[in-house]
């Protein structure tokens, strides 16, 4: 903490201040950059942790859980660069991507990622 002597009187100043607004802010970041205005350098500090701080550990079970369904026999042969997009695009798949647009950086780059070899 940056003052941790003064961390008791910077508490009770934070309930007064807050206890006299009709709108408290709901999230993390919110409070963030109503602490930058208003100078409470430790429990700035203390909700810059709380942020960094995942709440649960389903991201990383779920990261798990994605590179075991896609790194298999059969894809084993796969580019870093292509494991690692497909497992980004499984993991957040709240993100969804613009079609036009990757259709668009596909056809001006010209080149096919796929050769056909007839034997």
Excluded at 41 to 65: A, Q
């Amino acid at each position: 903490m940056p003052h941790s002597i003064s961390i008791h009187a910077e508490l009770d100043l934070w309930e007064t201040f807050w206890n006299n607004r009709s709108v408290i802010p709901s999230t993390i970041s919110e409070i963030l950059k109503s602490i930058d205005m208003m100078g409470f350098p430790n429990i700035r500090e203390g909700f810059l942790i709380m942020g960094t701080i995942p709440i649960t550990t389903c991201k990383c079970e779920r990261s798990i859980s994605v590179i075991r369904r896609l790194k298999t026999y059969m894809r084993s042969r796969m580019t870093e660069s292509r494991f690692n997009s497909l497992a980004l695009m499984s993991i957040h798949q709240e993100i969804i991507p613009d079609v036009e647009r990757v259709l668009n950086i596909f056809s001006v780059l010209g080149e096919r990622r796929l050769e056909l070899v007839f034997t």
